[in-house]
């Protein structure tokens, strides 16, 4: 089974910048389309943003421009670069890892965005 691991969470203020970072292990990570979701309190779980197995990228309209997803193969690692962040971007943020049959994922790293 594969594991994943969030970490880089913390509080900051807006307009400030965080990196999260998802370390796996249990698998070659290269199988796997890999994508970051989030939750925010009394909210549905809702994407955030997908690196394939190509590299190619997608995100929400709500973090484009802002957000960047990127993968390390030979690491076990996935980052999302989080720039100008917003209140509306507190959440609990989840990586995940989809391969043709299974999916699996993190426990969640806290992301809170206050002044």
């Known amino acids: 089974q594969l594991q994943l691991v969030e970490s880089g969470g913390g509080l900051v203020q807006p307009g400030s910048s965080l990196r999260l970072s998802c370390a796996a292990a249990?698998?070659?990570?290269?199988?796997?389309?890999l994508s970051w979701f989030r939750q925010a309190p009394g909210k549905e779980r809702e994407f955030v943003a997908l690196?394939?197995?190509?590299?190619?990228?997608y995100y929400t309209d709500s973090v484009k421009g802002r957000f960047t997803i990127s993968r390390d193969n030979a690491k076990n690692t996935m980052y999302l670069q989080m720039n100008s962040l917003k209140p509306e971007d507190t959440a609990v943020y989840y990586c995940?890892?989809?391969?043709?049959?299974?999916?699996?994922w993190g426990q969640g790293t806290q992301v809170t965005v206050s002044s």
């Open positions: 995940n890892a989809k391969g043709i049959f299974y999916s699996y």
């Open positions: 249990g698998g070659p990570f290269g199988l796997y389309a």
């Open positions: 690196i394939h197995r190509t590299g190619d990228t």
